[in-house]
């Protein structure tokens, strides 16, 4: 008999249970933000590159630079989890580069919000395999990659450039909810989404009650 898959509101009883608390980094454009979680796994929950306020990060800039307090970029919450979600500490540059830009001749900043996870990781260099399992519980995946995030990891002189490829919903079905779940971390499961850098899958997942 299967054993039903928790939701997320689940996972938002479990934080608020064990007392994690939200935390907030906010740079201004051109600046570097910097998430740390000194225990547990970052998980961004909110992101916003752009402006929604006249005051922060309005020094010695023009009326004009601050005026548009309704400077949303839809995919920053995205392109933060991307890059941060599942690691200890991360560094993302508020830049354009990065987000691209939401409001032109707008001087910018990047507000971000995001809570400390309780979890466990796994790491599975290209062309292996291995086993994630829960002890008490069941398995609930929070972050998945397969590509390349850092050059440390899995390094390889093919370690090439950074690139990411999500994989949460395809884990989220075939692990959410299991004790043991095998991944292999093969192009062959998971296509190529960067040719000629060698890659690695990325899990945080955490052990939740099960029926």
């Known amino acids: 008999m299967l054993v039903p898959k928790p939701s997320w509101i689940t996972l938002l009883l479990f934080l608020c249970q064990h007392g994690v608390m939200g935390r907030n980094a906010l740079v201004c ?3 570097t ?24 990060c309005s020094e010695e800039k023009p009326e004009s ?3 548009n307090v309704h400077c949303i970029q839809e995919t920053s919450l995205h392109k933060m989890s991307l890059r941060c979600d599942g690691k200890k500490s991360c560094s993302v ?6 987000f691209s830009d939401p409001c032109h001749g707008i001087y910018k900043y990047l507000d971000v919000t ?19 399992s829960c002890d008490t519980g069941v398995i609930l995946i929070q972050y998945a990659n397969y590509g390349r995030r850092d050059r ?10 950074d690139c ?3 994989q949460i919903k395809r884990l989220q079905l075939s692990c959410n909810g299991r004790r043991t779940c095998t991944l292999f971390a093969s192009n062959s499961v998971f296509g190529d989404p960067c040719y000629g850098t060698f890659k690695y899958l990325e899990v945080t997942y955490s052990c939740e009650p099960g029926d």
């Open 114 to 132: 995001y809570e400390c996870i309780p979890s466990k990781r796994a790491v599975i260099c290209e062309h292996n395999q291995n086993e994630i």
């Open 65 to 67: 630079q601050i005026s």
């Open 152 to 161: 440390i990891t899995c390094p390889n002189q093919h370690a090439g450039h």
């Open 164 to 166: 990411y490829s999500s």
């Open 33 to 56: 933000a910097n998430l740390l979680c000194p225990t547990g796994y970052i998980k961004v929950s909110e992101a916003n590159y752009g402006r929604t306020d006249r005051t922060i």
């Open 29 to 31: 454009e051109d600046d």
């Open 93 to 98: 540059p508020a830049k354009n580069s990065i």
